[in-house]
């Protein structure tokens, strides 16, 4: 498979996860939700290493970039998870997904060569996102829209580093890259938690929930981490950005979140340049 369909199931299996975001309600904690998710991604990832028999460790020029990816996705989570709970996801997800332009950036760092072609794919796709943001009064978020802007696009950052990092290091093994990640990323969280007294449940009643999001979100970045090594292998990256359209798509259909003739239409954009990077 390319990195182009394995970035497009990441989307389909991020579309999913954070769109049950929005069914954590107030009283079911930020960091509390984000442990158990992480835990569940991490059993979920050892769990098929240890039934592939394959080694659980990595070699050491690729651990540290394993644990910078894994300092940059809790970044990104925190962020992601904190925007949800403040603005729509109309708003959020489409912010979040505009991380492709910082994704070819740090390929272009890496000496990879990207064509206009491809820059002018990478474009579309980030005018399209912007598109289907919508305007703040169309949102629904009123004053602190600028608060919810600013995590979305700091999840935005924190994604598009972890998945530059991660690929990096899944060149010498992606389920043992995506492994390392998911267990820098949880015990930074139980430090923070620690050093925040912020040691909370998030509740039985959530936990069904968190424990299908645990398992959406580890299948989603090994996809993107696997592309590690293959040809365009920020492609993965790219495709894997239509989880905010599919995200955006399924609130209006089930929490009848209203979206505007400029949403469609960005909607419509984003698929059409990741159609274009697929030629």
């Known amino acids: 498979m390319s990195a182009l369909g394995l970035g497009l199931i990441a989307a389909l299996c991020w579309g999913l996860h954070d769109f049950s975001v929005r069914y954590l309600k107030d009283s079911v904690p930020l960091m509390g939700s984000l442990m158990v998710v992480l835990a569940v991604g991490t059993v979920f990832q050892l769990a098929g290493i240890s039934l592939s028999g394959a080694e659980l460790a990595l070699p050491s020029q690729a651990l540290g970039y394993a644990i910078a990816a894994g300092g940059s996705f809790l970044i990104a989570d925190l962020a992601l998870y904190a925007a949800f709970r403040r603005g729509p996801v109309a708003l959020v997800a489409p912010l979040v997904?505009?991380?492709?332009?910082?994704?070819?950036?740090?390929?272009?760092?890496?000496?990879?060569?990207?064509?206009s072609w491809q820059w002018l794919a990478v474009v579309v796709i980030v005018l399209g996102v912007g598109a289907a943001a919508g305007r703040p009064q169309e949102t629904g978020v009123t004053g602190a829209w600028k608060a919810t802007v600013a995590l979305s696009l700091l999840g935005a950052a924190g994604f598009a580093s972890t998945f530059a990092l991660g690929q990096y290091a899944?060149?010498?093994?992606?389920?043992?890259?995506?492994?390392?990640?998911?267990?820098?990323a949880l015990i930074g969280l139980l430090c923070l938690m620690a050093l925040t007294r912020n040691l909370v449940w998030p509740g039985w009643r959530a936990l069904p929930l968190l424990v299908t999001m645990g398992v959406l979100d580890g299948m989603a970045l090994q996809n993107v981490l696997k592309a590690g090594g293959?040809?365009?292998?920020?492609?993965?990256?790219?495709?894997s950005s239509v989880f905010g359209m599919l995200t955006v798509v399924l609130a209006w259909m089930i929490?009848?979140?209203r979206m505007t003739a400029l949403q469609w239409l960005g909607c419509m954009l984003a698929f059409g340049g990741i159609g274009a990077l697929a030629l």
């Open 97 to 115: 997904a505009s991380y492709p332009v910082l994704s070819v950036g740090f390929a272009i760092w890496r000496g990879v060569e990207v064509s």
């Open 255 to 257: 929490l009848r979140e």
């Open 170 to 184: 899944a060149e010498f093994g992606a389920p043992q890259a995506n492994l390392a990640t998911r267990i820098t």
């Open 230 to 239: 293959m040809p365009h292998a920020e492609y993965a990256a790219v495709s």
